[in-house]
Nanobody, 124 residues
Framework: QVQLVESGGGLVQAGGSLRLSCAASGRTFSIDHMGWFRQAPGKERDFVAVIRWSGDSTIYASSVKGRFTASRDDANNTVYLQMNSLKPEDTAIYYC?????????????????WGQGTQVTVSS
């Protein structure tokens, strides 16, 4: 089992920044990749970014590339999502997830464990 706890959401004006954190515990040694997804009201959960649990390989959705950065703190088993130049359309609940099998991580079906989600609201 892997437990994921997210933090860092909030309300920010357009153009501002937020950093989300996702702390992993439990069988972290078995994690292959960690992803970020988001879900706006009435919409499906969309891929945002993925980072390998070992190594620095990342993939980003085109809508956030160049504005969001995923990173990892191995000592604390924590992944981060630094979000800059935020736009109102970035408003959503953001989820982190852990995938245990070797996958690209761009689909929600590639994940085994999910965090509780954290609200990000960007005002115009």
């Amino acid at each position: 089992q892997v437990q994921l706890v997210e933090s860092g959401g909030g309300l920010v004006q357009a153009g501002g920044s937020l950093r989300l954190s996702c702390a992993a515990s439990g069988r972290t040694f078995s994690i292959d990749h960690m992803g970020w997804f988001r879900q706006a009201p009435g919409k499906e959960r969309d891929f945002v970014a993925v980072i390998r649990w070992s190594g620095d390989s990342t993939i980003y959705a085109s809508s956030v590339k160049g504005r969001f950065t995923a990173s990892r703190d191995d000592a604390n088993n924590t992944v981060y999502l630094q979000m800059n130049s935020l736009k109102p359309e970035d408003t959503a609940i953001y989820y982190c997830a852990a995938g245990m099998l070797l996958r690209s991580g761009v689909l929600s079906s590639m994940y085994d464990y999910w965090g509780q989600g954290t609200q990000v609201t960007v005002s115009s």
